[in-house]
């Protein structure tokens, strides 16, 4: 999640935070890229097990000819009570809801803001998300009140507003591989029109099951 701010028309990346594959921080992130770090390995049992579905040369349905990934840990380690939740509605929450409003929180720190500085500002949420496939693992949490806030991308943002008392647009993004590049040009936008002051902008992306891995390889990707 980056915050940017704005003089006249010029606009500044003031702070940043993110987590990534084998980074759990920026420091991290850069420093892998610094030593050419590949930060790709195999599907971990804690996530699937690659053995159901997994096969050389040309897959089929249900196949996938791929069981690497860029493991993104930790991301089931979260402080629903700091966030003002619950531990029950904390579960139902998609991962991504989860790392994005931590990556926030961290990002408003990183640009030297305190939450009671940016409270009631005309701050900016834009982020570049898909619909999780967390809730498939639950057929309760498919079809419960907590389950469908959990999971709706509109809430992804919005956690993010509520929580800190933003004003400014509250925007999810989904143009699929470019969605993080569309929510920053949208949040500098928005910082040029005056509809922002201030902005958080940024992306998530984490897979919870096999079948994002199993639809692109049916895809031929």
């Known amino acids: 999640a980056n915050v940017f701010g704005m003089h006249a028309t010029e606009i500044a990346v003031i702070g940043m935070a993110g987590r990534f594959p084998m980074a759990k921080d920026l420091d991290s992130f850069w420093d892998n890229i610094a030593n050419g770090r590949d930060c790709i390995s195999e599907v971990p049992q804690a996530r699937w097990d690659t053995d159901a579905y997994y096969v050389q040369g040309q897959p089929g349905l249900g196949q996938s000819n791929s069981k690497w990934m860029g493991v993104l840990e930790g991301h089931d380690h979260f402080d629903p009570l700091f966030f003002g939740l619950s531990p029950i509605e904390a579960e139902a929450m998609d991962p991504q809801q989860r790392i994005f409003l931590q990556s926030c929180w961290h990002g408003m720190e990183n640009a030297g803001y305190t939450a009671e500085q940016l409270s009631g500002s005309k701050c900016g949420v834009f982020v570049g998300c898909a619909y999780g496939d967390y809730n498939l693992l639950s057929r309760e949490q498919q079809i419960n009140a907590l389950g469908f806030t959990g999971g709706a991308t509109s809430i992804l943002a919005a956690r993010v507003s509520y929580f800190m008392n933003l ?55």
């Open 167 to 221: 004003q400014g647009p509250c925007v999810s993004i989904d143009t699929a591989c470019s969605s993080s590049l569309v929510a920053i040009a949208t949040a500098c936008d928005s910082l040029i029109t005056g509809a922002s002051d201030i902005a958080l902008a940024g992306g998530v992306y984490v897979m919870a099951n096999a079948d994002m891995f199993l639809k692109t390889a049916n895809a031929g990707m």
